[in-house]
């Protein structure tokens, strides 16, 4: 039982350059969520998903893409990388029985990505 | 923006002492979680307080929570060189979490 793997973890990026950042999770968790982390402003929520194929925005989407093809899969995508995401990306993930948004459950969180953009 | 605020950004403390930490939010909540982040690493759920719980205990662990005056507290009893580290507090309403900026513990053997 791995619990929530992300992969790289750590990435050099130049500007404008596109990735992906991967992560997975054995545990049959429904809900799965992206935070970034900078110094001073503690973990902010960037997209998650309640269930395989669906999808929302949290509070700093813009720049990000994700999609939930599988229930163990949540990739996080940099369409053209600024300098302005460089950053540590987290990815939790939760057991929600009936796909409610609130969030309520306990979230296991992976070890994080380091990304740095040039 | 960030729901939770924990005060005081940072504490030090000796070997032994008790640590408290504070966390204010602003909206109604249904529970409210406290987690903790060893440097580098990801976050580690420690303890969940529902809306309707006032104390809470786990190990060296005690949570209280005030709705009234939407704050809660973390007390770490007996501390340990091993409880340094930065301390999260999350709050659930009818969105995910939302997590506050931190408290950052360090504790002095």
């Known amino acids: 039982n791995a619990g929530v793997t992300q992969t790289p973890k750590f990435q050099v990026l130049k500007t404008g350059q596109s990735m992906t950042l991967q992560c997975a999770q054995d545990?049959?968790?429904?809900?799965m969520s992206w935070y970034r982390q900078d110094p001073g402003m503690g973990l902010r929520l960037i997209h998650y998903?309640?269930?395989?194929?669906?999808?929302d925005q949290g509070e700093v989407p813009n720049g990000y893409n994700v999609s939930r093809s599988t229930t163990e899969d949540f990739p996080l995508r940099l369409l053209s990388a600024a300098p302005s995401q460089t950053s540590v990306y987290f990815c939790?993930?939760?057991?929600?029985?009936?796909?409610?948004?609130?969030?309520?459950?306990?979230?296991?969180f992976g070890a994080g990505s380091r990304l740095t953009v040039l | 923006s960030q729901q939770g605020e924990e005060d005081p950004q940072a504490l030090s403390i000796q070997e032994g002492e008790n640590a408290t930490m504070n966390c204010s939010y602003k909206?109604?909540?249904?529970?409210l979680q406290w987690y903790r982040q060893n440097s580098g690493r990801g976050l580690v759920h420690l303890i969940l307080?529902?809306?309707?719980?006032r104390e809470k205990h786990s190990g060296r662990l005690r949570v209280t929570l005030d709705t009234s005056k939407k704050s809660s507290s973390l007390l770490i009893t007996a501390s340990r060189a091993a409880d340094t580290a930065s301390y999260f507090c999350?709050?659930?309403?009818?969105?995910?979490?939302?997590f506050g900026k931190g408290t950052r513990l360090s504790v002095i053997a």
């Open positions: 307080i529902r809306s309707n719980e």
């Open positions: 998903s309640v269930g395989a194929g669906i999808t």
């Open positions: 999350a709050t659930s309403g009818n969105t995910p979490l939302v």
């Open positions: 545990m049959n968790h429904e809900y």
């Open positions: 939790a993930s939760s057991y929600s029985r009936n796909r409610g948004r609130s969030g309520a459950n306990v979230l296991t």
């Open positions: 909206t109604s909540i249904n529970n």
